[in-house]
């Protein structure tokens, strides 16, 4: 989403917007694209964890496990 309002509320939060501006914007915007490919690796990671049944649904009981298969994923995707 690439609006004026949003980016005022980042403006008054004291937060840096990683948006890019569209194409066809009339007003020079500028972005970081260095913190906006993390974003999106971050975001992928995310996404990758959805994939895997139990973190998704959540089917350990404790934290420390979640947390575990969450490591063991990760290690999982830096290998691959």
Known sequence: ???NRLRELFRQAETQAVIPPKAD???VI???F???RWRH???NFFCDLKQVR???TRCEKT???VAA?????AIHLAIK
């Open 1 to 3: 989403m690439d609006n």
């Open 25 to 27: 914007r009339k007003g």
């Open 30 to 32: 500028t972005c970081d």
């Open 34 to 36: 260095a913190m906006y």
């Open 41 to 43: 690796l971050v975001e």
């Open 54 to 56: 139990s973190i998704a």
């Open 63 to 65: 934290d420390e496990r």
């Open 69 to 73: 298969f969450i490591f063991l994923r």
